[in-house]
């Protein structure tokens, strides 16, 4: 496995955790926890690997989040 697909692999679990984080949080169902995640500028710097963002803990992340 080449580093591209490990950091492929790291992203998508690293998405999966931030939408479960954010149904937790706001007691909501994961279909809208996606649409929350995906409709999110984090969601886009996450996926640009915008200044390693991508690299925090995935509970910080789902916090930025929910506070917008």
Do not use: F, H, P
Request: glycine share 4%; charged share 30%; with cysteine.
């Amino acid at each position: 496995m080449n580093e591209n697909v490990l950091e492929k692999l790291y992203q998508e679990r690293l998405e999966e955790r931030i939408i479960s984080r954010i149904s937790e949080i706001q007691n909501i169902s994961l279909e809208q926890a996606m649409d929350i995640y995906y409709g999110s500028n984090l969601s886009r710097e996450i996926n640009q690997g915008t200044y390693g963002i991508q690299y925090m803990d995935y509970r910080i992340l789902a916090e930025l989040i929910c506070r917008k």
